[in-house]
T-cell receptor, first 116, second 115 residues
Framework: AQSVTQLDSQVPVFEEAPVELRCNYS??????LFWYVQYPNQGLQLLLK??????LVKSINGFEAEFNKSQTSFHLRKPSVHISDTAEYFC??????????????FGKGTRLSVIA | NAGVTQTPKFRVLKTGQSMTLLCAQD?????MYWYRQDPGMGLRLIHY???????AKGEVPDGYNVSRLKKQNFLLGLESAAPSQTSVYFC??????????????FGQGTRLTVV
């Protein structure tokens, strides 16, 4: 079974500073990795995903994440955060087997607070 | 295009009452899921469905039942609500394998309080 560990429950950071949200996973098979963002009182939105190929994946709003198979990590980074990035971020893992996709397994979330 | 729609958005129940949460998707997705979100716990899978007429248990299925009579709808039932079921419930849907690599699409959530 897969599991996901998000190492920080809360991350405060000043506006325009860089940020890294950490995510480690455990699985005995190959996985697909996702980062979701949840703004207050809203559902989850897909931010970016790693499926295969290049280990560095990017979102349209400046976030990026790098898949590191040897360290079983998928950390999320942004070089300069904005107030509007304040939200909760969830790392998730899925795998594909012969019967199809498996449901997403989520980490417990990291609350990013950007301070003006 | 509505995506994933959950009904209702808020509900207060008394202990022992029953209710059904409705999830509807208009993307022709094969897979549908019910998660619950609790502070500090992330999202935990309750039940899911890989196609019309099929359901399967997730991580925390006790106290819940589901049905998928139509492809576009996935119902979550609480037969006898308990305070421990106070939570925010999210429905999600996705394509099956291959196209499922797009990830899951989520509804806006249902905030349920059991008193």
């Amino acid at each position: 079974a897969q599991s996901v560990t998000q190492l920080d429950s809360q991350v405060p950071v000043f506006e325009e500073a860089p940020v890294e949200l950490r995510c480690n996973y455990s699985s005995s098979v190959s996985v697909y990795l996702f980062w979701y963002v949840q703004y207050p009182n809203q559902g989850l939105q897909l931010l970016l995903k790693y499926l295969s190929g290049s280990t560095l994946v990017k979102s349209i709003n400046g976030f990026e994440a790098e898949f590191n198979k040897s360290q079983t990590s998928f950390h999320l980074r942004k070089p300069s955060v904005h107030i509007s990035d304040t939200a909760e971020y969830f790392c998730a893992v899925s795998r594909v087997d012969l019967s199809g996709n498996t449901p997403l397994v989520f980490g417990k979330g990291t609350r990013l607070s950007v301070i003006a | 295009n509505a995506g994933v729609t959950q009904t209702p958005k808020f509900r207060v129940l008394k202990t022992g009452q029953s209710m059904t949460l409705l999830c509807a998707q208009d993307m022709n997705h094969e897979y549908m899921y019910w998660y619950r979100q609790d502070p500090g716990m992330g999202l935990r899978l309750i039940h899911y469905s890989v196609g019309e007429g099929t359901t399967a248990k997730g991580e925390v299925p006790d106290g819940y039942n589901v049905s998928r009579l139509k492809k576009q709808n996935f119902l979550l039932g609480l037969e006898s609500a308990a305070p421990s079921q106070t939570s925010v419930y999210f429905c999600a849907s996705s394509y099956s394998s291959g196209q499922g690599l797009a990830g899951a699409f989520f509804g806006q959530g249902t905030r349920l309080t059991v008193v």
